[in-house]
């Protein structure tokens, strides 16, 4: 709040409200620009790590194929019924 005090003290008493009104504006919008670039930044971060992640896999690894793949097929009963169950 010091700042805000410092900011305020060098304005006139009319234009005081103003002043406050103008200050609150810069404050509000600020936060939501900076809100705005974290989110921009997060989200390309994750597409990032989600590629990396997502590179070193292979359909012939063994143990991946035989936990994720045949589960998620619809060509078989056993995979059908998994895409129906969730």
């Known amino acids: 709040m010091p700042l805000n005090i410092i900011a305020l003290s060098t304005l006139?008493?009319?234009?005081?409200?103003?002043?406050?009104?103008?200050?609150s504006l810069m404050r509000i919008s600020a936060a939501a620009i900076?809100?705005?670039?974290?989110?921009?930044?997060l989200a390309e971060?994750?597409?990032?790590?989600?590629?990396?992640?997502?590179?070193?896999?292979r359909p012939t690894i063994r143990w991946l194929r035989r936990r994720f793949c045949r589960r998620r097929q619809p060509d078989d009963a056993g995979g059908l019924a998994a895409l129906n169950a969730g």
């Open 34 to 41: 900076g809100i705005s670039i974290l989110v921009a930044t």
């Open 12 to 23: 006139p008493r009319h234009i005081l409200t103003q002043g406050t009104a103008i200050r």
């Open 45 to 57: 971060n994750t597409q990032i790590v989600h590629s990396r992640l997502v590179e070193s896999l």
